[in-house]
T-cell receptor, first 110, second 116 residues
Framework: TQLLEQSPQFLSIQEGENLTVYCNSS?????LQWYRQEPGEGPVLLVT?????EVKKLKRLTFQFGDARKDSSLHITAAQPGDTGLYLC??????????FGTGTSLTVIP | NAGVTQTPKFQVLKTGQSMTLQCAQD?????MSWYRQDPGMGLRLIHY???????DQGEVPNGYNVSRSTTEDFPLRLLSAAPSQTSVYFC???????????????FGPGTRLTVL
């Protein structure tokens, strides 16, 4: 059972463009995390959002947690080649478990 | 600090063989977990532990065993390897089980396993 669906699955854009990645679920989560993963490495945490409606900004990245705490989005402004990677959302559910999304592979072309 | 370490980095097994994937962390984290990563499916939780002597099943536990005799180590055992277990395996640790929602998970570099 895949609780978190991400879209799009693949994204290839030119440097300087904006993009949004979506993470959707029918389940409610106590928090939502976003990770970025480089090839051959483990995921690295970008941000944690815990309150419905919360918006967090990390330089050119903007993260939003849905009001009902079932979905989230990641918006990147003026994408750069260094943003290339696999972006994963992860929801914290009851019972000490994290559920990861299906992943979005982003390629930023110089 | 070395963080989360995993060995081996690569492994090839034949169907039916058994092996243990090692995971260790030096951050005194209570929470440790094992995930497998398959194309198009993100990471799926296999087993997790909220402290020494305590383990529980995740989303896809069948075919895997774990134990947690110390805070630092959390090995994953494949009892009888099958081709469906070909995957990349990641171990992760987190500071406290009591506030899991707020805690960052630190991941190891992964073990790439192929079962023929």
């Amino acid at each position: 059972t895949q609780l978190l669906e991400q879209s799009p699955q693949f994204l290839s854009i030119q440097e300087g463009e904006n993009l949004t990645v979506y993470c959707n679920s029918s389940s409610v989560f106590s928090s939502l995390q976003w990770y970025r993963q480089e090839p051959g490495e483990g995921p690295v945490l970008l941000v944690t959002v815990v309150t419905g409606g919360e918006v967090k900004k990390l330089k050119r990245l903007t993260f939003q947690f849905g009001d009902a705490r079932k979905d989230s989005s990641l918006h990147i402004t003026a994408a750069q080649p260094g943003d290339t990677g696999l972006y994963l959302c992860a929801g914290a559910a009851t019972g000490n478990q994290f559920y990861f999304g299906t992943g979005t592979s982003l390629t930023v072309i110089p | 600090n070395a963080g989360v370490t995993q060995t081996p980095k690569f492994q090839v097994l034949k169907t039916g063989q058994s092996m243990t994937l090692q995971c260790a962390q030096d951050m005194n984290h209570e929470y440790m977990s094992w995930y497998r990563q398959d194309p198009g499916m993100g990471l799926r939780l296999i087993h997790y532990s909220v402290g020494a002597g305590i383990t529980d099943q995740g989303e896809v536990p069948n075919g895997y065993n774990v134990s947690r005799s110390t805070t630092e180590d959390f090995p994953l055992r494949l009892l009888s390897a099958a081709p469906s277990q070909t995957s990349v395996y990641f171990c992760a640790s987190s500071y406290s089980r009591d506030s899991l929602s707020y805690n960052e998970q630190f991941f190891g570099p992964g073990t790439r396993l192929t079962v023929l």
